[in-house]
Structures are given as C-alpha cells and as structure tokens.
C-alpha cells in the first residue's frame, strides 16, 4: 500500500515551507538587505538635493504655528497642523491643542 496525499497535506506543506523561508529572517530580526539598500538611496537623494530634515515637534509640545491658530480661535486649523507636524491621531491632537487651551485660560485668567 502507497502513501497518498490529500490537498490538504499540500497546504500544510506550503504553510510550513512559506513560514521557514520567508519568515525565519522576520523572527530572527535581521534587517533585509533590500531595505538597506532603499534607505542608502534615499539618504543619497535627500544629501544631494540638500533636502532639510523636517521639524517634527514631540506629542504635546505645540509648535507656536499651531499655539497661534489655537489662540486666535482657528482650533480646526491648529489640529490639523499639530497632526502634520507630529504624525498623531485626531485624537491625541484635539486632545494636545484642548489642553493647551484650557492651560493657556487657566493662566490668564490667575
């Protein structure tokens, strides 16, 4: 009597083989050489067109663009910036731009 496999005996076989090939080097945490590469380019590019890095402010220090649209009743406009500038949700920036309000009438009005 002969060993016969199913189609199911096949995919178990893909599975197993799709994660030893592709996913030893993701769990192990070596770094692909691709995106390596793709990040010397670009750092190639950015030197060579003398592109400055951007000003990325941190969560919750408001940049003073966005302290003035706060200030000057443009709280749309300020989450909006406040969210380029620091890649936050609209969450954490209505959060950010309502604190820095409140702080700022809190303090005139001592």
Not at 24 to 34: C, N, Q, S
Not at 79 to 85: F, L
């Given at each position: 009597m002969s060993p016969v496999l199913?189609?199911?005996d096949y995919i178990i076989i893909a599975v197993l083989v799709g994660l030893f090939s592709g996913g030893?080097?993701?769990?192990?945490?070596?770094?692909?050489?691709?995106d390596k590469l793709n990040a010397r380019k670009l750092d190639a590019i950015i030197k060579h067109f003398n592109i400055p890095a951007p000003t990325i402010s941190t969560p919750g220090a408001l940049s003073p663009e966005v302290r003035k649209l706060a200030i000057e009743?443009?709280?749309l406009d300020a989450?909006?910036?406040?969210?380029?500038?620091t890649g936050a949700?609209?969450?954490e920036a209505k959060i950010a731009v309502d604190d820095y309000l409140i702080q700022t009438r809190?303090?005139?009005s001592h």
């Open positions: 199913n189609f199911s030893t080097r993701h769990a192990l945490g070596r770094p692909d050489p691709v009743g443009h709280t989450i909006k910036e406040y969210r380029a500038e949700g609209l969450k809190a303090t005139a």
